[in-house]
């Protein structure tokens, strides 16, 4: 069965810094590509970020490009988003997904974690 | 970007009821679309793939049809379960983007 964990959520400062991680199983991860999207309280899904099996391929939502990286780790099955200048907007559920193996729908999807960004 | 239009933005139907939700794309996506049910508190759920095609364990009573910049999911016999939100997501092209989802509520 395939299992998607996130953690690293929190409550951080504007300005601040996160990290967000995605444990991975059920699956060989090193093979499908995979994403971070968020939800805003109470409003709908928004991608944020894509990686590729091998990290050659890296895309970012143009609200978070400059400030969020996304990096993966095949050896420990995990994805990262590493969360930097973090604004108000970028309050949000963040789900971890996993891509199909053929085209970026998202087929698998963990539980999300809460970001919570405020003074 | 490609812009996803979902409408209405808020059903209200009784089980047994067949409903349908409309998705628009701003530009021609091909087949490129998928449709995901969620409920309250818990993660997305891919119900189709490639505009018409049941992803694996979603019931029968839902179908989807479309092509280019029109799209339908049609829940043929509402069941309690059902009642939740919905979204379209195009994967023609990055940036992937979602419409703006549709609330299945009882009436």
């Known amino acids: 069965e395939v299992q998607l964990v996130e953690s690293g959520g929190g409550l951080v400062q504007p300005g601040g810094s996160l990290r967000l991680s995605c444990a991975a199983s059920g699956f060989t991860f090193s093979t499908y590509s995979m994403n971070w999207v968020r939800q805003a309280p109470g409003k709908g899904l928004e991608w944020v970020s894509y990686i590729s099996r091998g990290s050659d391929s890296i895309y970012y939502a143009d609200s978070v490009k400059g400030r969020f990286t996304i990096s993966r780790d095949n050896s420990k099955n995990s994805l990262s988003l590493q969360m930097n200048s973090l604004r108000d907007e970028d309050t949000a559920v963040y789900y971890c997904?996993?891509?199909?193996?053929?085209?970026?729908?998202?087929?698998?999807w963990g539980q999300g974690t809460l970001v919570t960004v405020s003074s | 970007d490609i812009q996803m239009t979902q409408s209405p933005s808020t059903l209200s139907a009784s089980v047994g009821d067949r409903v349908t939700i409309t998705c628009r794309a701003s530009q021609s996506i091909s087949t490129w679309l998928a449709w995901y049910q969620q409920k309250p508190g818990k993660a997305p759920k891919l119900l189709i793939y490639k505009a018409s095609s049941l992803q694996s364990g979603v019931p029968s009573r839902f179908s989807a049809s479309g092509s280019g910049t029109e799209f339908t999911l049609t829940i043929s016999s509402l069941q309690p379960d059902d009642f939740a939100a919905y979204y379209c997501q195009q994967y023609h092209s990055y940036p992937w983007t979602f419409g703006q989802g549709a609330m299945l509520e009882i009436k």
């Open positions: 997904a996993r891509s199909a193996y053929d085209s970026n729908r998202f087929e698998s």
